[in-house]
């Protein structure tokens, strides 16, 4: 345990200020950061004792007494405020108020004085300011028992340093204040999240001659992509994937509207244009006039029962078509319109293709091609095709395959943008 013997040499003060520095740079606690630098600046003035006052958030003539050894070494004054001495005018009140460095050598004061107890049997006094954008909201006193105690020329000096270690404490007070504003809008995040992924098929459906898998990765907590699955008469499936622009929580809200709207469509949603076209004038007239977003979107209906997949791109990344039995590769690229929630009137085009067993396809968000890696190179389609060249593996080992490609190229980069991933392969 630190025993109070007075530091003397200066090479003994300068060690004892290494060491304090060192000190204070391990604390997060800005009390706690405090109690161990009063305790170390008594070791090398043990005859000062400190007194601690603010106005802030306070009216002339009130002030709070925040530190003083008469006080309850537990109180935090930053977080328990109504616990402090609250006091008005005095001695105190005029040097806070006044806003300026003081040195008093030789004082006297009246019993009446609202700040007797603290400011008793000592005799000198030097008022440090520490300001807060230009103003003194607080202020230490530095006390002392005899008259003409204090040495005119360090001052300057004691009220930089002084006013430097207020700073070093403030901004701890601050780090800790957006700590805990950043851990409350995480947990937002969090639910925001969670209730997207409601939003997200719960099981791939069961098509015949059909093998999907699907995978979801977002940049933020909550992210824009969006894939989904109707099953439409006729035994029909619907297969929607898109990306709203932008990313986070505005994102995840916009992704949140457009499933909505989607899934509010009168009747089948089907041939694809006119979902398309449904999703974009829903989208134009109560959402995205008011913002600067849109929506790229594939939807394609597939018919197991002859194996055609009728499609509508707005401005989404052309799915990539694998034909395994000759090793041809296409992009179900149609024509591809601007993407959702532009203009009203935009219209979208039918195309359809005609599957054969052994096909496969994989539908995707930009996050996947536009993932860069550390020399700021894209993994692109040239990467994904040479994934899509395996054609002896399920769909849900060709995603595996896609993902794990991705990463690798990426080599831990931080995501940049959500990445969604469907793949269908035909029976």
Known sequence: METNTHVTSWQD????????????????????????????????????????ISRRGLESPWYRITRSNKLDPTINPWKQPEKLPLLQGGILGDLIYAAQPKIIQNFHLNQDDPAYEFLSNHRSLIAIPHYDLGEAVNMVIVLRQTADAFDPDEFPDQ????????????????????????????????????????????????????????????????????????????????????DVSGHGTPAAVLMAVTHSIAHSYPGPAK???????????????????QVDAFVTAFYGVYDPANRRIQYASAGHPAPR???????????????????????????????????????????????????????????????????????????????????????????????????????????
């Not at 200020?17 to 305790?39: C, F, K, N, W």
């Not at 947990?187 to 791939?204: F, G, H, N, T």
């Not at 093998?211 to 929607?240: M, V, W």
């Open 159 to 242: 009220v930089l340093i002084s006013n430097l270690f207020g700073r070093a404490t403030h901004n701890l007070v601050l780090r800790e204040q957006v700590q805990h504003s950043f851990d409350a809008i995480d947990r937002e995040l969090k639910a925001v999240a969670a209730i997207q992924r409601s939003l997200l098929p719960k099981e791939l459906p069961q098509v015949p001659g059909l093998d999907l898998a699907a995978y979801y990765e977002t940049s933020a907590r909550a992210g824009g992509d969006y894939y989904d699955f109707f099953h439409l008469p006729g035994d029909l499936r619907g297969i929607l994937i898109a």
């Open 271 to 289: 041939p694809p244009a006119q979902l398309l076209e449904y999703l974009n004038q829903r989208l134009v007239e109560a959402y995205t006039s």
């Open 13 to 52: 003060r300068l060690q004892h200020i290494v060491d304090t520095m060192r000190e204070m740079s391990l604390h997060g606690d800005p009390q706690e950061m405090v109690r161990s630098y009063g305790a170390r600046m008594r070791k090398l003035r043990p005859d000062n004792t400190i007194l601690a």
């Open 321 to 427: 078509l694998k034909r395994c039995s000759d090793n041809t590769l296409m992009t179900l690229d149609g024509e591809r319109a601007l993407p959702l929630g532009i203009f009203p009137d935009t219209t979208y085009q039918n195309h359809e293709v005609q599957l054969i067993p052994g096909d496969q396809i994989v539908f995707y968000t930009d996050g996947i091609t536009e993932a860069h890696n550390h020399a700021g190179q894209m993994f692109g389609t040239e990467r994904l095709d040479a994934v899509l060249s395996n054609c002896g593996i399920s769909a849900q080992g060709l995603l595996d395959d896609v993902i794990s490609s991705v990463n690798q190229f990426t080599q831990g980069q931080q995501v940049e943008d959500d990445r969604t991933v469907v793949v269908m392969k035909v029976h």
